[in-house]
T-cell receptor
């Protein structure tokens, strides 16, 4: 079955860039997503990338996809304390109703 | 416009009782998804609806779990004879449809505690 892996923790200083990595195994993945979850809150969709793209930029967020290695990353430029949260990558396949398979989540801590 | 809403936000129940969790999707969204988030298992897919039909129920953990959707809108997830391992946050999401990018928007979740 599908498997999505992420490192559990990342700590960065305010103003630095954060890079959160994700690997997946399903070669039929069509879309790959990044979600943010703040304490006690639901999941917020940050951005997504279609599998035939290798990069997508949206303000401070840059998503890089290496389809050959099945590796996805999320770069947050100029990280702020408000970016402290858990970040989940997820994949879906068309034909599967777009149900999401989530990674384990990476807890990002931004220090002053 | 309103986002996805879920009720109740918190539910404490005794082992063996039945519970019903409700999800109100974004108006006009035809696809609705249920997920579960627990410490041991992370975020898991349970079931999804396209309209009132459930093409994929593969994530339901046992036959104690069922869900329905009526009028292409509200969905109810029912857990019968609750067990302690059912304790989790149950998340509902909706999307415009179940094709294409299918961006899913999540509700705040229902935290279920089985004592």
């Amino acid at each position: 079955g599908e498997d999505v892996e992420q490192s559990l923790f990342l700590s960065v200083r305010e103003g630095d860039s954060s890079v959160i990595n994700c690997t997946y195994t399903d070669s039929s993945s069509t879309y790959l997503y990044w979600y943010k979850q703040e304490p006690g809150a639901g999941l917020q969709l940050l951005t997504y990338i279609f599998s035939n793209m290798d990069m997508k930029q949206d303000q401070r967020l840059t998503v890089l996809l290496n389809k050959k290695d099945k590796h996805l990353s999320l770069r947050i430029a100029d990280t702020q304390t408000g970016d402290s949260a858990i970040y989940f990558c997820a994949e879906s396949s068309t034909g599967g109703g777009n149900k999401l398979t989530f990674g384990t989540g990476t807890q990002l801590k931004v220090e002053l | 416009g309103a986002g996805v809403s879920q009720s109740p936000s918190n539910k404490v129940t005794e082992k063996g009782k039945d519970v019903e969790l409700r999800c109100d999707p974004i108006s006009g969204h035809t696809a609705l998804y249920w997920y579960r988030q627990s410490l041991g298992q992370g975020l898991e897919f349970l079931i999804y609806f396209q309209g009132n039909s459930a093409p994929d129920k593969s994530g339901l953990p046992s036959d104690r779990f069922s869900a329905e959707r009526t009028g292409g809108s509200v969905s109810t997830l029912t857990i019968q004879r609750t067990q302690q391992e059912d304790s989790a946050v149950y998340l509902c999401a909706s999307s415009f449809d179940s094709q294409g990018a299918g961006e899913q928007y999540f509700g705040p979740g229902t935290r279920l505690t089985v004592t």
